[in-house]
Structures are given as C-alpha cells and as structure tokens.
C-alpha cells in the first residue's frame, strides 16, 4: 500500500511552479546565467606602447652619460660638430653629426671617451 504524502497535490503543484518561478526569475536577473563582469571590478590597466622604454636604472644611467658627453664636448670650442647627436646604449656611446674637420672629430670622440661610465665610443659622424 501506498503511503500518502503529507502535502496534497494542489500544494505540491504550487511548490513545483514555485522553485520553477524563482529559478527563471534568477536566471533572467543574472542575464541569463553567462559570465559578467561585476561594475565593482575596475577594469584592467592599458598596457605601454611597445617602443617606450620601461624607465629603470640602467636607462637613467645612460641618459646621465648622455647629458655629461653632450655638455663636455659643448665646453670646448675646438670640437667643431654641428647638430650634433649623442646617443647612449648599455654605456656605449654613439656620435653622429657633421664635424667641420677629421681632427675635430677624432677630439669629438678622444672626450667622449674620457667621460666617466663610458665603456666605448662608436662615431658615424661625417666631415664636411
């Protein structure tokens, strides 16, 4: 023999359609149960663009070797260079521009190479 239910069918049918209800109403409330970012969640940082260099020690250093060669060559009249270029890389130094003579160049590239922290000079500077 079957035991009865302690709940009458009209009540069972009413908690049936009841959890139904409440689980639709859930699912539409979170957009339809996909993944959503929460508004609380800030948005992740943009990154750099690629060509700048992260600024660390080494960049600061070379930038300082680059500003003490472009003032030490700028101290003496004989070095001849006009619009000239200094660039720095891993303490090597690079000089570009225009020399007025080969012997200024060569003085360009004798101070440069006395400038503390300069492990070597390369120098594609023309004369004109």
């Known amino acids: 023999m079957k035991t009865p239910s302690p709940f009458s069918s009209r009540l069972r049918t009413r908690l049936v359609g009841g959890a139904l209800l409440l689980a639709t109403v859930g699912l539409t409330a979170c957009g339809g149960g996909g993944y959503h970012r929460p508004a609380y969640y ?23 070797i ?8 700028g101290s003496d009249p004989r070095v001849g260079v006009e619009t000239l270029v200094v660039n720095v890389e891993n303490q090597v130094v690079y000089l570009s521009g225009n020399a007025k003579s080969p012997e200024a160049a060569r003085l360009a590239v004798a101070m440069a ?16």
């Open 42 to 64: 800030p948005e992740p940082p943009k990154q750099p663009p690629v060509d700048i260099k992260p600024y660390t020690p080494a960049v600061a250093y070379d930038q300082d």
């Open 66 to 73: 680059a500003e003490r060669v472009r003032r030490y060559l």
């Open 113 to 128: 190479e006395r400038v503390q922290g300069v492990r070597k000079v390369i120098s594609t500077m023309n004369v004109y």
